[in-house]
């Protein structure tokens, strides 16, 4: 598995506060916008549900770069990029079926990034900060199970991944808190 070793340099602590603050942000964004239209597969909600993954592929992207430039792990945020590319070409077809098969694409994913997220902050763990990025990925993990079975329900709907986005976001936020704590010795 990678890991960062040694010393790590003070950027890379700073490099991936300004990247979950950004992630904060957007995910309690995207889950405004997306609980207003969660009752219906329309044309914004497609848009919303395919710009998320995509979110995620750029934001990864970022993480490789500053990673890389720090000799730190990148083999797992690449399996991140393919994972939520996929989810983006899985969306657009399930969203042409319904929002069942929406629910099982999200949760299939969610599954899957939840399991590189967590494999992601315990490699990470001597940054600090990450203890938050371990148990969102444990819980993207279980929410993705709950999508699959709310797919098989009687009355599936959106408002769901609203939540799982914004609580994400949370997890990003008290890490990105905690990453400044650790590097300020407080």
Known sequence: MDTLVGTTPASVPSALRKLYFLRFTFAAVWAALLFTTAETLGALSVTLLLVYPLFDVAAAVVDVRSAKANGGPARFLYVNIAISSLAVIGLAAAATSGIPAVLRVWGA???TSGLVQLVVGAGRRELGGQWPMIISGALSMAAGTSFLAQAGGGDPELGSLAGY??????????SALRLHRARNGV
Not at 165 to 174: I, W
């Open 165 to 174: 986005a914004f609580l994400g976001g949370v997890f990003f936020l008290v």
């Open 109 to 111: 994913w969610a599954i």
